[in-house]
């Protein structure tokens, strides 16, 4: 069973786009993730991506990076984010969960047990920010032999003949960075995106997601013919950073954002 | 195959090194690689590099014999590599005018770079200024504080100096923020990294354009000495004066290659910033190397006196040096670096950066162990007046 697969397939057949939510795990507290978790599914997320803390998140904006740091307070592991998956998969086992990190967290683990683990815990997908084909021939091997999907990232960057080498190493669905930029960035640029992305569908027969820059329907709205999924991320770490009625407020952008694209 | 080809065309020692960053900056370094492949063979980039070192800069730098301190130590001869008498006060230049003729050869406009104890923030400021480009200097915000001399110098160089609040507040914070703003301004700017570390070919480039140390080195110690310096010392924060100092010698396998690792409170005490003698392998900054970290990969904050050694990894070169015995590695710790740097003071007259006091610290125990006839040869790598306050306010002085 391949639920990332069996997702986008069911959503392509009803002519919809996945939503799919980005959130630290442990940020503020793995209780609160869960929760958080099942009201995104409840209004409208199709795939979750757990970011696993890290205290040096390169690739993150102030935004994700504050949700780290709320995270390792707690000394959230790599275990306790396994955990959190089992947890979950008591309730869905539908949903299609991806983590999201980056590569000393998972190795410090080790490669080959964390796909173990991650396979049995009810993981589907695994995108190390860090780590690029050349330096992923463990991970590829590993996730492969545990059936765990390899995302991988394309960014604006990323010429044509690069991006074929990558599309033939991944699997699940490919992740579109719409911006030069970190995780937060505002200006995305539809234009620049939609010619890219053609380009890209040219290239694979996976689904496209995109992510980097949508925070609102306007921005979703602005992707959502491009691709066949859109990322949100930092817009929801922010709203746990405020604190508050976080589950109301996730739940009400959740919907928001799922009502621009279906 | 010589240890010197490396690294490989995938920018790795072994098993270190490498390129572990987020896709965006893959097609930038491939860029960078491709045009440092290029010019480092080009005679006229070559002669422009080597009339700035010497105009600008001020090389060759001297070989100086340490003699009242050889004599007090009593043992092997030292002489001292006179780096701080460089222009800006350290090694830092010499990889700065290097990689801003790159950084103009690929026609950007804009220069960034990280720094810890502001020395290489100095260093890429004033190249900077000197051909005309915007500057933005990252910073953590506890070595703003314990370097503000430096600071002043970075602006008045017409830089800016970008605060770091995020994570431990000192140089691999500071290396983050210069990251995430280089994967934002791609297009037009170019990184100055400082030390041999992050993603391929950074440790490679930074490297070549510290060599010219260990290269007048050579000849130095053919005219001073009569024949190769027995053993190397030089301090290893990312690790670009020492590999500076290094290179050129590893294939003269009888000198012996020492780098001295900041002790901080002592390794027992885990306050310190010494992961080649206390630290396992992992990945962090685009390279795979020794890191201080805990069970779970996360970093561990550091602690040294010196702001420049105050950095949790090492640059991959070093790493591999270390685990093929090429090298050898130890530490000294603040109170040992604080020591020298005073006893070189009085006796030499040369006030040392704390950075090199490590180093020097190590020289006074190593020295009065080996032989009359032996040398030993500890890179100055920068000058102490940037650690003025710092000593003061260890002494309990206000200036
Ligand atoms: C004088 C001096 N020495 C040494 C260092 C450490 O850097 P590296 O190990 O790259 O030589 C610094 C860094 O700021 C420095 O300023």
């Known amino acids: 069973m391949n639920r990332i697969k069996t997702t986008f397939d069911a959503l392509s057949s009803n002519d919809s786009k996945a939503l799919i939510t980005y959130i630290v795990a442990g940020d503020p507290d793995l209780e609160t993730t869960l929760n958080i978790m099942n009201c995104m599914v409840e209004e409208g997320a199709d795939i979750i991506e757990i970011g696993i803390p890290f205290s040096d998140p390169m690739a993150e904006g102030v935004s994700i990076q504050k949700g780290h740091e709320r995270s390792l307070l707690n000394n959230t592991s790599i275990n306790d984010a396994l955990n959190l998956v089992s947890k979950f998969r008591k309730s869905n086992k539908t949903t299609p969960i991806v983590f999201m990190g980056y590569m000393n967290t998972f190795e410090s683990m080790g490669v080959k047990e964390f796909c173990k683990a991650a396979a049995s815990q009810g993981l589907d997908g695994l995108l190390i920010v860090d780590m690029p084909p050349e330096e992923s021939t463990e991970f590829s091997t590993e996730a492969k032999n545990n059936g765990i999907d390899v995302i991988r990232l394309i960014a604006p960057t990323t010429n044509i003949s690069r991006v074929k080498e990558i599309c033939d190493v991944s699997s699940g669905y490919i992740y579109y960075i719409s911006v030069k930029g970190i995780t937060g960035s505002n200006d995305l640029d539809s234009e620049d995106v939609k010619q890219k992305v053609k380009l890209l569908g040219g290239e694979t027969d996976l689904p496209i997601a995109i992510g980097f820059g949508i925070k609102d329907s306007d921005s979703a709205l602005s992707v959502k013919d491009l691709a066949d999924g859109i990322v949100a991320g930092s817009v929801f770490v922010d709203l746990i950073g405020e604190g508050g009625d976080t589950i109301t407020k996730i739940a009400k952008k959740t919907k928001e954002l799922s009502a621009a694209i279906k | ?399």
């Not at chain 2, 003698?277 to 602690?303: C, F, P, S, W």
């Not at chain 2, 040392?352 to 030993?376: C, D, G, W, Y």
């Open chain 2, 1 to 399: 195959m010589s240890e010197k080809t490396l690294p490989d065309n995938k920018g790795r020692f072994g098993v270190y090194g490498g390129r572990y960053v987020a896709e965006t900056l893959v097609p930038a370094l491939d860029a960078l690689y491709e045009q440092y492949k290029i010019i480092k063979k080009d005679k006229k980039f070559l002669s422009e590099f080597h009339k700035d070192l010497k105009d600008y800069v001020g090389r060759p730098s001297p070989l100086y014999f340490a003699k009242r301190w050889t004599e007090i130590l009593g043992g092997a001869q030292v002489y001292l590599k006179r780096e701080d008498l460089n222009h800006t006060g350290a090694h830092k230049i010499n990889n700065t005018v290097g990689q801003i003729l790159l950084a103009k050869h690929m026609g950007k406009k804009r220069i960034i770079a990280e720094t810890g104890a502001g020395q290489h923030g100095v260093a890429s400021a004033t190249v900077a200024a000197r051909h005309g480009l915007d500057c933005v200097v990252y910073m953590g915000e506890e070595d703003i504080k314990r370097q503000s001399l430096n600071v002043f110098r970075m602006k008045l160089l017409g830089a800016e100096v970008v605060g770091v609040n995020s994570g431990t507040r000192t140089l691999k914070d500071a290396m983050n923020e210069a990251m995430r703003d280089w994967v934002t301004n791609v297009d037009d700017t170019y990184y100055i990294i400082g030390s041999v570390a992050g993603p391929h070919p950074y440790p490679e480039i930074v490297r070549d354009f510290n060599a010219v140390v260990g290269e007048e080195v050579i000849e130095q110690s053919i005219n001073q000495i009569g024949k190769n310096p027995d053993v190397l010392v030089a301090c290893v924060g990312g690790g670009s004066n020492a590999l500076g100092l290094f290179y050129p010698f590893i294939n003269s396998k009888e000198v012996k290659l020492i780098g001295v690792e900041a002790g901080g409170l002592g390794l027992s005490t885990g306050k310190h910033a010494a992961p080649l003698n206390d630290g396992k392998e992992g990945v962090l900054h685009g390279m795979r190397t020794y890191l201080m970290q805990d069970d779970a990969g996360q970093i561990l904050e550091t602690h040294s006196v010196s702001a420049g050694l105050d950095y949790p990894g090492v640059g991959p070169e070093h790493a591999w040096l270390k685990d093929t015995g090429r090298a050898e590695y130890v530490v000294a710790d603040d109170d040992e670096a604080l020591e020298a740097f005073k006893e070189v003071t009085k006796v030499e007259g040369i006030m040392p950066a704390l950075e090199t006091a490590h180093a020097l610290s190590f020289v006074r125990k190593l020295a009065p162990t080996m032989e009359n006839k032996q040398s030993i040869v500890v890179n100055i790598s920068g000058r102490g007046d940037k650690d003025i306050n710092t000593v003061a306010s260890i002494e309990g002085i206000e200036l």
